[in-house]
């Protein structure tokens, strides 16, 4: 795997802080174990070379002073025997010179005193045979001075050996200061190595926590923006990967939420809209029947004034029956009075065709507002699939907290700050599903409201269709009136030309007259049935004003409740 | 110490050089005493006609030259000078064993080791004295052996005197002689250890001719020695017959003194080959009709062979001494003036024999000859 990706996840991280801390350690294991073997090589070479000098110095001072004896005994004895010991003994002098001359690493003044240790002893051994010659040759005191002269050499060889044994004894004490000086400047060094190891791997634990908390901060406010209805994108940054998929996750989330909340809130506007005009539609029915009504009183007062005047009418006909000159003039005034309730029962007819027509209008509103606020129920369905969706994603969600808590378990000590971070996560996720579950209650009431909203609905279209067949029967009640009249005419008309003939005709007249009063006030209950049921309708247009009003504030408060989404 | 540099020819040298910067090769022994003398002058002549053939590589040879006195202890500090000098890149040297051995301790050493040939020092101990280590003479034992040998039977003495210095060189000789004189029939009576410098040998002599009464006389050591001790020898008695080891070489220059005095050397001037007579007398044209002996032979041989070895492999000690140990194996054997060198694993000559020469009328001629 590509080291630089792997550095972008948390457990690349961490496994990063651990392979820097545990090469550190590594590096300090092995500069201080070489440290160790070397002081050891070097403390093993100086004992050895110590120990060398000075078993061959000492062997050497005991050879010397063995040969000195020899000489000394055949100088006084001349015994040939204590020649040859003599010889032997400074052939071993001469050997053992030869080795302290080869041992290893001696500085160049020790190598010099072995060779004059080397010269001393030749001159020891030439000596001493001089004066065992001139022994030999009876030049006693000669050879005495040749003795004295070997005896001074002899002094000299054993101080010279003594000087090297000194200088290598004065050399392992130096090597041993030398070895305290080299240990602190490895120690120095391990500590140098320990540091900068200890340091690495804080730069990688402070780089990676820095890693998590920024991005998780910008996850955290994300999460509570989606939570307050900010449904707006998550900004991406450079952050590990598991943030990275949390992140994410959180995008594809807001990314669904967002269309959904977006047509909701569109429908709601609508409704608003059409529940304000239903509510204008209603107001301008109510004020139409409030017409209707004052249109009927008139009606009503028209034909109670037709009836006195019909009355009137019976009483002039009395007269004309007793008076039967006055006849033809009564009779055209008659003519006159159709003619005025011709007029004014015509007038009411227009009146009533207009509320008639307003009030099918009224029908067609609220046919309309029932199959939108169908559609609202259909929305409402759809709100609730994407709730199920959002505890969907939460409960996974929830799922990989989880997973990740225990990963972070896994991690240990290391791996506590993400646990931390996991239970965060986890909690956000309960959240997420406590917010669905408020939008799945709301929705609810939502749709329960709207179901209200539908039934007052069709209640009001039973009205209104009610409404029309009582405005129909007043309509054919003004055409009766409208023809009465004009019957009224023909027969005031008749009076008028039959007046002048006979008495009996005024009968009859009495008669017709008394048909048309009890006509006017079958007209006059057809009116005022008119009027209930005007009434009636004004009460049903008022109930459905109010049931508008209920669907205008449901709208709007659907309308507040989306609002609070921001897309 | 005196140290002496010289740069040979290099005037005439000038208009070869590649970059005129030359190549280093030490020169260390004893050149203030007549024994040195030969080899410093046939080192010289030998660089003169490398450099006059156009040098090694372009590049023209120069010796440094440091006096030892034949002295371990001299020949220590000469070492050190000559090893400390990154630019000379092998030793001619030394001329003694004491001082060879003393030397090679730090030629061997450190971490730019630095080979020594030496022309003459014959104690058995070169051999192994370390890989930088080499020699191009036979070692004591073939001078002990061959002297011995002459002694009983050549001139048929049983009863000998060895006179030996008291250091390596006079040690290896009396002991291969008195081993191989023993062997042969002979007994050894008398040795007698000296100091170098011993100004008087007349209770030597005297002790060799009255006390032990020898019939032949053996001398290991230097000239200077030899020839008081002849002095007092011949005080004594006028005709023992005296045979000494090449450290005694050149002694004829003391005439009458030193006439008849058997002396093994590596190599004779008055040799047949070609090498030795070009040898010579290039030796006699250079420096006024003088006779090189076996030291100057050696050296001479030393500087061509070094200069054969830097020629094929540059001036690097390492592979200078790689190059050395391969000579009569990896490559072909050196045919000089001291005849066919090869070496061992060890550094040392294989197969050079020795000859016996005798003092006559002042020359020192093979005895063989007579």
């Known amino acids: ?567 | 110490m005196r140290l002496l540099c010289v740069v040979v020819a290099a005037a005439a040298f000038a208009a070869c050089g590649r970059d005129g910067s030359s190549i280093a090769l030490g020169l260390a022994g004893p050149f203030s005493q007549a024994r040195g003398v030969a080899m410093e002058r046939a080192a010289r002549l030998a660089v003169d006609e490398i450099n006059a053939r156009g040098g090694v590589r372009g590049r023209p040879l120069a010796l440094v030259i440091v006096d030892d006195s034949a002295r371990p202890e001299r020949a220590l500090r000469a070492a050190q000078e000559l090893y400390g000098n990154r630019a000379t890149v092998a030793v001619i040297g030394h001329l003694t064993s004491s001082t060879t051995l003393a030397a090679s301790a730090v030629y061997n050493g450190g971490t730019t080791p630095l080979v020594a040939i030496s022309p003459s020092a014959s104690a058995p101990e070169i051999g192994t004295a370390g890989p930088y280590t080499f020699r191009i003479c036979p070692s004591d034992e073939i001078h002990g052996v061959q002297l011995a040998l002459w002694a009983r039977r050549q001139l048929g003495a049983t009863r000998a005197a060895v006179f030996y210095e008291n250091e390596e060189y006079g040690r290896g000789v009396r002991a291969t002689f008195a081993a191989q004189f023993d062997g042969v029939g002979g007994v050894v009576v008398e040795s007698y250890p000296y100091v170098h410098d011993t100004p008087d040998f007349e209770p030597f002599a005297a002790h060799a001719m009255r006390v032990a009464q020898v019939d032949v006389v053996m001398v290991a050591g230097a000239r200077g020695d030899g020839e008081r001790l002849l002095e007092a020898l011949r005080r004594e008695s006028p005709t023992t017959p005296v045979v000494a080891s090449d450290g005694m070489a050149g002694v004829e220059a003391a005439r009458d003194l030193a006439e008849g005095v058997y002396v093994s050397t590596a190599w004779l001037p008055d040799g047949t080959s070609e090498e030795t007579r070009r040898f010579v007398d290039a030796y006699r044209r250079a420096w006024g009709g003088e006779v090189p002996d076996h030291r100057g032979a050696g050296a001479y041989d030393i500087v061509h062979l070094l200069a054969r070895a830097i020629e094929a492999v540059g001036p690097n000690r390492e592979r200078i001494r790689t190059y050395l140990a391969g000579v009569g194996q990896q490559s072909p054997a050196f045919d000089g003036v001291t005849g066919r060198t090869a070496f061992d694993e060890h550094g040392d000559v294989i197969g050079k024999p020795v000859a016996i020469g005798v003092v006559s009328s002042g020359r020192l001629v093979s005895a063989d000859g007579r």
């Open chain 1, 1 to 567: 795997m590509n080291p630089t990706l792997l550095y972008r996840t948390i457990t690349g991280r961490i496994a990063a802080g651990f392979v820097t801390l545990g090469l550190g350690l590594f590096l300090v294991a092995v500069v201080g174990a070489a440290a160790l073997r070397s002081i050891g090589d070097r403390i093993v070479a100086d004992l050895s070379n110590l120990q060398q000098t000075t078993s061959l110095t000492t062997d050497l001072v005991s050879s010397v002073f063995d040969e000195l004896q020899a000489a000394e005994r055949y100088l006084a004895t001349q015994i040939s025997s204590d020649r040859d010991e003599f010889a032997a003994a400074a052939e071993q002098v001469f050997a053992l010179q030869r080795q302290l001359r080869t041992v290893p690493r001696l500085s160049s003044d020790d190598r010099q005193t072995a060779t004059q240790i080397a010269e001393a002893g030749a001159a020891v051994q030439a000596d001493y045979a001089l004066a065992h010659i001139l022994s030999d040759l009876g030049r006693e005191p000669e050879a005495e001075r040749q003795a004295a002269l070997a005896r001074d050499a002899s002094v000299n060889l054993t101080r010279l050996a003594r000087t090297l044994e000194q200088s290598q004894s004065a050399l392992a004490v130096s090597g041993a200061a030398n070895l305290a000086a080299t240990a602190r400047r490895r120690e120095v060094l391990l500590v140098l190595a320990l540091t900068i190891s200890l340091v690495l791997a804080s730069a990688v634990t402070l780089t990676t926590l820095r890693a998590v908390r920024i991005p998780l901060a910008r996850l955290v406010t994300a999460a509570e923006r989606f939570g307050g209805g900010d449904l707006r994108a998550v900004p991406q940054s450079e952050m590990p990967r598991e943030l990275e998929l949390l992140s994410g996750a959180m995008e594809s989330i807001g990314a669904r939420l967002r269309p959904v909340v977006g047509d909701v809130v569109t429908e709601s506007n609508r409704i608003a809209l059409s529940a304000g005009d239903l509510s204008a539609v209603s107001e301008q029915l109510a004020a139409s029947s409030g017409q209707v009504s004052s249109a009927m009183v008139s009606i009503a007062a028209g034909a109670s004034r037709q009836r006195e005047n019909l009355g009137r009418v019976r009483s002039a006909l009395g007269h004309v029956r007793t008076a039967s000159g006055e006849n033809a003039t009564a009779a055209a005034e008659v003519t006159a009075l159709g003619e005025g309730v011709g007029r004014l029962a015509g007038g009411h007819q227009t009146d009533v065709l207009a509320a008639r027509q307003a009030l099918l209008n009224l029908r067609e509103v609220v046919t309309a507002t029932s199959s939108q606020v169908a559609r609202l129920i259909e929305l409402a369905g759809a709100i609730d699939d994407f709730v199920q969706l959002i505890k969907r994603i939460s409960s996974q969600t929830n799922l990989l907290a989880l997973n990740a808590a225990i990963e972070a378990a896994r991690a240990g000590e290391q791996g506590r700050g993400f646990a931390v971070v996991a239970e965060e996560v986890r909690q956000l996720a309960d959240e997420s599903a406590a917010a669905a579950e408020q939008v799945a209650q709301t929705t609810t009431a939502i749709r329960e409201q709207v179901t209200e909203v539908a039934r007052t609905l069709g209640g009001g279209q039973v009205a209104v269709s009610g409404v029309t067949e009582v405005a129909q029967s007043a309509a054919q009640g003004l055409e009766d009136i409208v023809r009465r009249v004009a019957q009224i005419e023909s027969a005031a008309s008749r009076v008028a030309s039959v007046a002048r003939e006979s008495r009996q005709v005024v009968e009859s007249l009495d008669h017709n007259v008394a048909e048309a009063a009890a006509a006017s006030e079958a007209h006059a209950a057809a009116a005022d049935q008119v009027m209930a049921a005007t009434q009636e309708q004004g009460a049903s247009t008022e109930e459905m004003a109010a049931a508008a009003g209920d669907l205008l504030q449901a709208a709007e408060k659907l309308r507040g409740l989306v609002s609070g989404f921001r897309v």
